[in-house]
């Protein structure tokens, strides 16, 4: 079967910019790959960072925001919640017509627009429902991660996508890290606000350093697919089965880390901007070291032990958060969930994808992030609702139930060898 991305460049198969050693059809980066392909990944990984920066540079205050604004702590779900109810709506669509279109690169740019419209929006609510309008409008924004992880993987041959999506997610948990550290210390020396308005600032930047790149196309199939042809692509088992197990991941990673942790530390310890900062730093390096670790671990462990292991290790952090008897303590427990949740994302994003065509890939993406969404929205609201009846414990304990059975489920559902040793025909069956 031809490489589905042949007939680039005048009827070639262009160089990845990054492939496995030796050399090959797609050379590794050196004197082989033409210099614009070079140039394109590199603004791809700046655009990517700065993409994430301007997602997560507020989130270290947005929940204790929401409460300042006077949002009860059904009402700070519910601000929290409008990020993920957007995706859930528009991320299929999105996929779509990026496989229709055949390109990647408008939807990331629309997306920065996106970003900036929406921190600019927050920085200037003065109630709790403006700021679930343009929390929701963030939504939007993130709903260009469809085809920029796409756009990315494109740099790499297909037997690499699985280290792609480490990558990829190497640099958005990193980005997610930094900003939020970053968002913290702003917020603490200029109000909390501030982060809100920064956030505007580094979209922009990520629109003009991706603006002059010149994505490489692949020529349409010969045969156009028809959107039921499209929309087949979401009832695939792996689909659904990577889909089903990142609503529980997505559940548990926005009620905790993303959620009601930070709002934990400001009550119960009174945290300020620095150490919310601080938090959201013990949560993310973790997370990014493990999302780069699941990459080199796909080789040899079996979809199913990776993903049931992050989940047993997000589900022991989450039921132990709220026994934290200090900020320290807390600290802890955040970085022992970061770790668990880095395994999860680039595990469950290669099973989506795994044996399918490129002019497929789009729309299974967009199924797969548009279901996972539902944890988004529905964690924060329910988990909201659950905590102003059953308190905090009631909060991060149903949650920490919730990875608990995923990682069950991930053991009964997943393959039981590595992905390299799964048969392309029936990972995409």
């Not at 204790?64 to 709506?89: I, S, W």
């Not at 958060?321 to 469950?348: K, R, T, Y």
Request: aromatic share 10%.
């Amino acid at each position: 079967m031809s490489d589905p991305r042949a007939l680039r460049n005048g009827g070639t198969v262009a160089p990845a910019v990054a492939g496995p050693p030796g050399g090959g059809r797609h050379a590794g980066a050196g004197a082989t790959s033409p210099p614009p392909l070079r140039r394109g990944l590199a603004a791809c990984v700046a655009a990517i960072c700065l993409y994430w920066l301007s997602l997560y540079l507020y989130v270290p205050v947005l929940a204790p925001r929401a409460h300042r604004l006077g949002a009860g702590v059904a009402g700070v779900g519910l601000v929290l919640a409008a990020y993920g109810f957007v995706q859930f709506l528009l991320r299929i669509p999105t996929g779509l017509w990026s496989d229709r279109l055949g390109r990647r690169r408008p939807f990331m740019l629309a997306a920065l627009v996106a970003c900036l419209a929406a921190a600019v929006g927050m920085g200037w609510a003065r109630g709790p429902l403006a700021l679930g309008v343009f929390r929701g409008m963030a939504g939007l924004g993130a709903c260009g991660w469809v085809a920029i992880t796409l756009l990315f993987a494109e740099f790499f041959p297909a037997e690499r996508t699985a280290w792609a999506f480490a990558l990829v997610g190497f640099l958005s948990t990193g980005s997610q890290l930094v900003g939020s550290f970053v968002g913290g210390l702003v917020a603490q020396a200029a109000g909390f606000a501030a982060p809100f308005f920064g956030a505007a600032v580094l979209a922009c930047a990520g629109f003009l350093v991706m603006l002059p790149v010149r994505e490489p196309r692949a020529a349409p199939p010969a045969e156009a697919l028809s959107l039921s042809q499209r929309l087949a692509v979401g009832r695939r088992r792996n689909v659904l089965t990577a889909s089903g197990l990142s609503i529980g991941s997505h559940y548990a990673l926005f009620v905790t880390t993303y959620g009601f942790t930070p709002l934990l530390a400001a009550e119960r310890f009174h945290a300020g901007g620095a150490a919310l900062g601080v938090l959201a730093l013990c949560a993310g390096i973790p997370s990014a070291a493990a999302s780069l670790l699941s990459g080199r671990l796909a080789g040899s462990w079996a979809p199913r032990r990776l993903v049931a292991v992050g989940f047993g290790v997000a589900a022991v952090g989450t039921a132990c958060l709220v026994l934290a008897p200090s900020l320290a303590g807390l600290d802890a427990l955040a970085a022992l969930n970061g770790f668990g949740f880095g395994l999860l994302g680039p595990s469950l994003m290669t099973a989506a994808v795994h044996g399918l065509p490129a002019d497929r890939r789009g729309s299974a993406m967009g199924f797969y992030q548009s279901i996972y969404s539902i944890g988004m929205f529905g964690g924060p609201a329910l988990a909201g609702w659950i905590g102003s009846r059953l308190g905090m414990g009631g909060l991060f304990g149903t949650t920490a139930v919730v990875a608990a059975a995923g990682g069950l489920l991930a053991w009964g559902l997943l393959p039981r060898a590595p992905w390299a040793a799964v048969p392309q025909a029936k990972a995409a069956a």
